[in-house]
């Protein structure tokens, strides 16, 4: 099993606190969450692992330091599930949202997996396999830069969640 970060962009008028209604926004199909929402497109990125908090953190997971970087992967205010054993759902504001995308238009890649690689590279074959590495976080890096671009010009809330698959 891996854990994959899954993020959804929502308007701040449709978001609810409700562990439920997370929950049907991660499960249900995407045009029923467009339906819910009020929205007309539907906002994606799933598979992020959650090494990539390594990349903006500059440190091992947890804790992460304040601020846009910090917020990028694992930040958000937590909305708790009942189980314990489950992860919360995280949510970022839209003016959140708004310095996440500003750090990350701004941020150099190259150096930020300067100060990440020695952390990480053990974790995908090492040294020999940093291209293929560097390559992934770079993608993901990229895409996440996209989404939160996209969604701040939205003026968008949103929420994400650790989950596992096979």
Known sequence: MSTY???????PPALRN??????R????????VCR???RHRAEVRDRCRPDQ????????AHPTP?????????GGRPVLHPDPHRQPFLVLTAAQVHQVSDFLET??????????????????????????????FAA?????????????GHGEAVVKWLAEQD
């Open 66 to 74: 304040p601020g846009p970087g910090a917020q990028v992967v694992l």
């Open 107 to 136: 941020a150099d890649f190259g150096a930020l997996w300067g100060s990440a690689r020695d952390a990480l590279l053990p974790r995908y074959g090492g040294a020999d396999a940093e291209p293929e590495a560097r390559g992934a």
């Open 140 to 152: 993901a890096h990229q895409e996440l830069t996209a989404f939160y671009t996209r969604t701040a």
């Open 5 to 11: 970060l899954h993020l959804r962009a929502v308007p």
């Open 53 to 60: 908090e390594v990349l903006y953190s500059g440190a091992t």
């Open 36 to 38: 819910r929402t009020g």
């Open 25 to 32: 926004l991660f499960h249900d199909d995407l045009r029923t």
């Open 18 to 23: 409700s562990v439920t209604w997370l929950e």
